[in-house]
């Protein structure tokens, strides 16, 4: 547990692939973590976070933001329309483009605001019913579009469903993102970010595995 630990497994995993250090970023998902857990992951020199919710963020980082330098902050989780003018403000990096409504959404702000974080499409590998994300099938389809509307796309994010295994949908992934010429591979977690790795992730997004179990109160 901690993020030595994990840049360690992170520094293995890649020895293991074949792959350079350099090629793999680690998002430490701070989202429900206390604050001092925040706080003392910055002080070790960290300084790229993931967060799922917009409110929760907005919340938090704009404090922390004038506490630590060069914090890098990414959005993990779903992002309904209404909130989207916010999230482009409070996020260097959106990676839960998943729905041609949300993009036009997108695409218009940009245009009105001069600005868009870099974005990436989730895809819903497994095709869960419950889970956001644009399906396998359709992906190539709506990457043509964002393009279409501007939109900076630099890759593509999966959450694998919980029971089966992780390996087929970071390579299905990985698959879809090549073929769309799109580098950037937003996959893998506390569980499974090793495996990740292997299959070409270029960053991991990992939370327990560096603050320790989430507390829900
Ligand atoms: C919570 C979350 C993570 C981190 O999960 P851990 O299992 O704690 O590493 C990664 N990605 C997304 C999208 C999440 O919501």
Known sequence: ????????????????AGRDRDGV????????????????????????FGENRV?????????????FDGIELHLIGPLQTN???????????????????LARTLARLMDETGNCPPLYIQVNTGEEPQKA?????ETDAFVAECRELGLPIVGLM???PADE???LHFALLAKIAARNGLEKLSMGMSGDFESAIAQGATSVRVGSAVFGDRVYS
């Open 133 to 137: 994300g644009i399906a396998p099938q």
């Open 158 to 160: 999966c959450i694998p």
């Open 165 to 167: 295994a992780p390996s």
């Open 83 to 101: 909130k989207a003018r916010q999230a482009m403000e409070l996020f260097d990096v959106i990676e839960s483009v998943d729905r041609p409504k």
């Open 25 to 48: 970023k680690l998002v430490a998902v701070s989202k429900v973590q206390p604050i001092e857990r925040v706080v003392a992951v910055l002080q070790e020199g960290h300084r790229i």
């Open 1 to 16: 547990m901690g993020l030595v630990k994990v840049h360690q497994r992170i520094e293995n995993a890649c020895e293991k």
């Open 55 to 67: 409110q929760e963020a907005a919340g938090k980082w704009p404090e922390l933001r004038e506490r």
